[in-house]
């Protein structure tokens, strides 16, 4: 069975940094993108930074400080957070799009993991 599962969150004070990280698991022929969105208390799900083949795109709001990052061995993308602020405090969504065992493209989500920056 096809799943992802993430990891990596955690509790930090500003300025600090966090790495989240993830894995597909189950027969996967294939990745056609992944993503990562946040959700904070009383707002939308918003999109975070997202990886298509070679490719990377960020919001505006954490441009030059995250870093995402794939590892087609492992079908493992990590999100490398730096200089962390209050704003990014969330509940973070990892999201994929994968070709299973017979290259039917489905949508995957992750459990979430929460992210909470403070002082």
């Known amino acids: 069975q096809v799943q992802l599962v993430e990891s990596g969150g955690g509790f930090v004070q500003p300025g600090g940094s966090l790495r989240l990280s993830c894995a597909a698991s189950?027969?996967?022929?294939?990745?056609?993108?992944m993503r990562w969105y946040r959700q904070a208390p009383g707002k939308q799900r918003e999109l975070v930074a997202a990886?298509?083949?070679?490719?990377?795109n960020y919001a505006d709001s954490v441009k030059g400080r995250f870093t995402l990052s794939r590892d087609n061995a492992k079908n493992t993308v990590n999100l490398q957070m730096n200089s962390l602020k209050p704003e990014d405090t969330a509940v973070y969504y990892c999201?994929?799009?994968?070709?299973?065992?017979?290259?039917?493209?489905?949508?995957?989500w992750g459990q979430g993991t929460q992210v909470t920056v403070s002082s």
């Open positions: 189950g027969t996967i022929l294939s990745i056609n993108f």
């Open positions: 990886i298509t083949g070679g490719s990377t």
């Open positions: 999201n994929a799009a994968l070709y299973e065992s017979n290259w039917s493209l489905r949508d995957y």
